[in-house]
C-alpha cells in the first residue's frame, strides 16, 4: 500500500515568489494534516481536514498560507508570496480517523522549501 | 493538550537496550501515548501506542505506570540505525486547536 507521498521533495524559490505543495494521503484516509518545522524549531500544526472541509486551520501562520482539498483526495498548500522565514520543512500527514486515541497518523516524507 | 518533556539526547551503544522517559503531568483521560520516531530527512515515524500498562511490539516496548504521568519507550539491543529522534507525544488527535504538539525530541545516538 502506498504510503503519503508529497511533491516536490525539495523546492528553492526566490522571496516573493509562488510555490505549491502537494500532498497524496493513503487512499481511504479521510483525514489530512499539514505539519511544518521551520528553522530549528519544533515541528507545528497548520491544518485538518476532513475530506474536503477544513475541520482546523488554527495553525496557519498568516494568510499568505492557502491549503485546499478539492473533491477529498489529494492537498495542496500553496505559499504567496513566500518569505524568508518559511524556509523549512513541510509535513503531510493522512489518518483514517480523526480521533488520536488508539489510532495513528501516517508522514510524508516531507517538502524541504528554500526560500532565498 | 498535554505538554511533555524528554530528555534532549541520548547515546549508547550497539547491542544495550535503550529507555527514554518522557513526562506528561497534565495528560487528560481519553489521551494516549505515543512515540515517532524520525531520520534525518524523513517525516516522522509511528513506533509504538499505549493508553496505559505495557504495550510491546515488534520494534519497542512501552511502559506506563498507574498514573499515566510519564510513559518509558524501551528499544531492545539498538543498533546503530536507531539513531533517529524520538518523540513523545499525548493527546487527541482532532480534539482540540493544538493539534498534535511534537515537543523537541530526544535525539538518540547509538556507537558502535
Known amino acids: 500500500e502506498a504510503g503519503v507521498t508529497q511533491f516536490p521533495s525539495h523546492s528553492v524559490i526566490e522571496k516573493g515568489q509562488t510555490v505549491t505543495l502537494r500532498c497524496d494521503p493513503i487512499s481511504g484516509h479521510d483525514n489530512l494534516y499539514w505539519y511544518r518545522r521551520v528553522m530549528g524549531k519544533e515541528i507545528k500544526f497548520l491544518l485538518h481536514?476532513?475530506?474536503?472541509?477544513?475541520?482546523?486551520e488554527s495553525g496557519m501562520p498568516n494568510n499568505r498560507f492557502l491549503a485546499e482539498r478539492t473533491g477529498g483526495t489529494y492537498s495542496t498548500l500553496k505559499v504567496q508570496p513566500a518569505e524568508l522565514e518559511d524556509s523549512g520543512v513541510y509535513f503531510c500527514?493522512?489518518?483514517?480517523?480523526?480521533?488520536?486515541?488508539?489510532?495513528?497518523?501516517?508522514f510524508g516524507e516531507g517538502s524541504w522549501l528554500t526560500v532565498v | 493538550l498535554a505538554k511533555t518533556t524528554q530528555p534532549i539526547s541520548m547515546d549508547s551503544y550497539e547491542g544495550q537496550e535503550v529507555n527514554i522517559t518522557c513526562s506528561h503531568n497534565n495528560i487528560a483521560t481519553n489521551d494516549y501515548i505515543t512515540w515517532y520516531q524520525q531520520f534525518p530527512s524523513q517525516g516522522p515515524r509511528f513506533i509504538i501506542q499505549?493508553?496505559?500498562t505495557k504495550v510491546t511490539n515488534e520494534v519497542a516496548s512501552l511502559f506506563i505506570p498507574a498514573d499515566r504521568k510519564s510513559s518509558t519507550l524501551s528499544l531492545p539491543r539498538v543498533s546503530l540505525s536507531d539513531t533517529a529522534v524520538y518523540y513523545c507525544l499525548v493527546g487527541v488527535l482532532g480534539g482540540g486547536a493544538d493539534g498534535l504538539t511534537f515537543g523537541k525530541g530526544t535525539h538518540l545516538i547509538i556507537q558502535p
Open positions: 500527514a493522512s489518518s483514517q480517523y480523526p480521533d488520536f486515541s488508539g489510532n495513528t497518523i501516517y
Open positions: 499505549g493508553y496505559k
Open positions: 481536514f476532513v475530506k474536503e472541509s477544513k475541520q482546523d
